[in-house]
């Protein structure tokens, strides 16, 4: 909630730029922030608070009573097939993206579309691994794909635009404006109360594919 107020709804406050834009040293300022809490993140996450991150051996056991025993790899192997498969997700989204964008000129669709497309091709690993957690009964695998995923979408891709800008001397438009700015703050108000509880249910889940339906709906129809 931090990462996204200030990085997509406080430029739209600021003074210093006109529009949605930052100042360079706002620009510098959020690059460093945003880049240190997931930093930290990754922190509590695999070191000081790992505990909190890790299926209870309890249900781990239930869970894998009756299945064959996968063999376990290493946190080399598993790093170095991370870059692989993030290598060929960038190849095929560079490579997909001059159709895209010539089928979205030649229907007259919304060149916003294009963006989500692309946005939807390079978060398809992480989704699919987080629907086949799911799908296994994995439900803390899944959390903790969730939660990489959307630190790493803010906490990484704001700094690396803003880092490119700077050292293109190009402006970022950061702030969301039009429709998606009510969307953004009303997401962020039924995240908290989704995972404040304790506990979820199917209406919690219905209204989050609901607010992306609206998502969808703005980008045809602002």
């Keep these: 909630m931090a990462l996204a107020v200030l990085g997509l709804i406080l430029p739209n406050f600021t003074t210093s730029m006109s529009g949605p834009r930052f100042s360079w040293p706002q620009e510098i300022f959020l690059v460093v922030t945003s880049a240190g809490l997931y930093a930290i993140f990754l922190l509590i996450q695999t070191m000081r608070h790992s505990q909190y991150f890790v299926e209870s051996r309890e249900a781990a056991v239930k869970r894998e009573a009756g299945r064959p025993q996968l063999q376990k790899r290493s946190t080399t192997h598993h790093s170095i097939m991370l870059f692989v498969y993030l290598v060929a997700v960038v190849v095929l989204a560079e490579k997909f993206a001059i159709p895209l964008d010539n089928g979205i000129e030649r229907f007259g669709m919304p060149q916003a579309f294009g963006g989500a497309i692309i946005a939807a091709l390079v978060l398809a690993p992480e989704a699919l691994s987080a629907i086949g957690a799911t799908l296994g009964n994995q439900l803390q695998r899944s959390v903790n794909i969730l939660l990489g995923?959307?630190?790493?979408?803010?906490?990484?891709?704001?700094?690396?635009?803003?880092?490119?800008?700077?050292?293109?001397?190009?402006?970022?438009?950061?702030?969301?404006?039009?429709?998606?700015?009510?969307?953004?703050?009303?997401?962020?108000?039924?995240?908290v109360v989704t995972f404040s509880s304790g506990r979820t249910n199917v209406l919690q889940g219905c209204i989050h594919l609901l607010l992306f339906a609206a998502f969808l709906l703005l980008i045809f129809f602002p």
């Design 149 to 191: 995923s959307v630190l790493a979408t803010i906490g990484l891709t704001i700094p690396a635009v803003l880092t490119i800008g700077l050292i293109t001397k190009r402006p970022v438009a950061l702030g969301v404006e039009g429709g998606n700015f009510p969307l953004l703050l009303l997401t962020l108000a039924v995240s």
